[in-house]
């Protein structure tokens, strides 16, 4: 069974400072890895995606992420965040050889003015 | 080209009552997924299609809810007998065969009186 958890529901922070968004997975296989962003009152959209190769995977808007093994994690982070960074993001995880797509509670990042 | 759509956008209805959602997928997507996003709350999986497969159900949360795909084409998802707890947004996405990503529907925001 795979499973993701994020494990901050919230997190404000000024603009311009930097910001990680935490996310572990668990799955006893090798997997793929996503963010999404939910934009208020929008749909979800990929921010990046691991599947293989390199673990910094760089994503939209100046976002990346850094698969870790070890710590089974995929956090995100961006080094200067903005009033448009304003949303909801969600960590999922696929399982190698099995479609279905599991998804993390979500992390609402608020940016500060 | 054409995302993916649903409909309708907006559905208010009385308790007891059935509806119907619909899901228009990317053209050639083989895989198809619900999700249910109460108000506030994650993504929760609620069934999947791939192909001819046989879909899997696993995150119906009752045997009110049903979802039928015609080929590889439109989704319909059922609730039967609304309850007042089926209120949310229905979310529906859909991939390629190769693909990893997700690409999702604007929603069906469902209100349950």
């Known amino acids: 069974a795979q499973s993701v958890t994020q494990l901050d529901s919230q997190v404000p922070v000024f603009e311009e400072a930097p910001v990680e968004l935490r996310c572990n997975y668990s799955?006893?296989?090798?997997?793929?890895l996503f963010w999404y962003v939910q934009y208020p009152n929008q749909g979800l959209q990929l921010l990046l995606k691991?599947?293989?190769?390199?673990?910094l995977v760089k994503g939209i808007n100046g976002f990346e992420a850094e698969f870790n093994k070890s710590q089974t994690s995929f956090h995100l982070r961006k080094p200067s965040v903005h009033i448009s960074d304003t949303a909801e993001y969600f960590c999922?995880?696929?399982?190698?050889?099995?479609?279905?797509?599991?998804f993390g509670t979500g992390t609402k990042l608020q940016v500060i003015p | 080209g054409a995302g993916v759509s649903q409909s309708p956008s907006n559905k208010v209805t009385e308790k007891g009552k059935d509806v119907e959602l619909r899901c228009d997928p990317i053209?050639?997507?083989?895989?198809l997924y619900w999700y249910r996003q109460r108000l506030g709350q994650g993504l929760e999986f609620l069934i999947y299609?791939?192909?001819?497969?046989?879909?899997?159900k696993s995150g119906l949360p009752s045997d009110r809810f049903s979802a039928e795909r015609t080929g590889e084409s439109v989704s319909t998802l059922t609730i039967q007998r609304t309850q007042q707890e089926d209120s949310a947004v229905y979310l529906c996405?859909?991939?390629?065969?190769?693909?990893?990503?997700?690409?999702f529907g604007p929603g069906t925001r469902l209100t349950v009186l």
């Open positions: 691991y599947l293989s190769g390199s673990t």
């Open positions: 799955s006893s296989v090798s997997v793929y």
């Open positions: 299609f791939q192909g001819n497969s046989a879909p899997d």
């Open positions: 053209s050639g997507h083989t895989a």
């Open positions: 999922a995880v696929r399982s190698g050889g099995y479609q279905k797509v599991t």
């Open positions: 996405a859909s991939s390629s065969n190769t693909g990893h990503e997700q690409f």
